[in-house]
């Protein structure tokens, strides 16, 4: 796999030097400083030369770099040399030349347990804390609970997590969080319409919980009608008859979920890490719910005037409201005055961008408005086609999931048979990605 691994400071100086297999020697760091730490045209963070890859990481004012001489997995070794910087600012602070100065002994040490012969092992931070410590001598009663501790974390399946977490109020915190991404054409076509979503858990929790997540998959709402018609309808479902559905095209998911019950049943059972974590990221392409419909119309009067009629109408529950609400509507590269009204909002002309950026704070649900603009435009010595950009919208809606993923429930279950308080916040988006034509 690896077969060295070193760390540089922008000089070329070598401040970490680990070679694991006798296939290279220590010389090659020679080769790193003079064809990449020298070469300020080097961009690419792979250089392979003769049958030597060198990969490499610039953080803060260092490089980390790996060494191989074999056709090793990219991906991985990318993955090991950022999981070795976040370990490097969990226990320094600040991962940079004087921070690996001041404790390059204790990284030398880390680097014996995370990498064996070139190939990496356990790199989770709280299990390397457990061990590797910056504190003095302890006493043998405190190393034999600390080995203790750390064999429950190298046998069990829960390396994310300590054993002894306490907390007074046990609470969970899930934040669905959606980003739209639109594309509409002039004749109110959609050429693209696609939610990239995550959900968040913060999870304050005692113990070591078995938590079991439930959303309004489709599969899993086809079974439960498959299973209410199998038994006649004496079966009930959470959601009812009149449950909406929602298909996800692709889901990714945090180590700590089973993936072996979610491929069986689609239930998404795992622990949680303590703390903050995100548990799934999704991707849905049917049945997108667009927040907000924007109409333009543009109308070139002559060659020295364009009028503008933008209506925009917010397409969710009137209970709702969206926020922060900006339209970038772009303007011909003459354009010398600009007039705008609008009857929400505030919108003004911006010359060094070339648009009219119109801010609306706060919009209700199921609500119109409209901006009417008034463009003049400089004559020009040659006739020169304006290639109309399209009107780009940002947003954020509170409460409101542009797929139409819901929280369907979420259970925990401990050996202490505690009770827990449970959030759930949706979020939905959109950061230069919802487009018009016009």
Known sequence: MISAYFIFNQKGEVLIS????????????????IQVVSNPDVRSPIITLGSTSFFHVRHENIYVVAVTKCNANAALVFEFLYRSIQIGRSYFGKFDEEGIKNNFVLFYELLDEILDFGYPQNSETDTLKMYITTEGVKSEQAVREDSAKITIQAT???SWRRADVKYRKNEAFVDVVENVNL???????????DVDGRILVRAYLSGTPECKFGLNDKLVLDRADKRRGASGGAASSSLGSEASEVELDSCQFHQCVKLNRFDTDRSISFTPPDGEFELMRYRSTTNVNLPFKVHPIVEEVSKSRVEYNINVKANFDSKLSGTNIVLRIPCPHNTTNVKCEALLGKAKYVPSDGMIVWKIPKMQGMTETSLQADL????????????????EVDFQVLMFTASGLLVRFLKVFEKGNYQSVKWVRYLTKAQGTYSIRF
Do not use: C, H, M, N
């Open 18 to 33: 680990r070679l694991f297999r006798s296939d290279l020697k220590r010389s090659i760091a020679d080769i790193f400083r």
């Open 183 to 193: 594309l509409l054409s002039s004749k109110g076509t959609v050429l693209r319409a």
């Open 156 to 158: 069990g399946a829960t």
């Open 376 to 391: 003049e435009r400089s004559a020009t010595t040659t006739q020169k086609t304006w290639s109309r950009a399209p009107i």
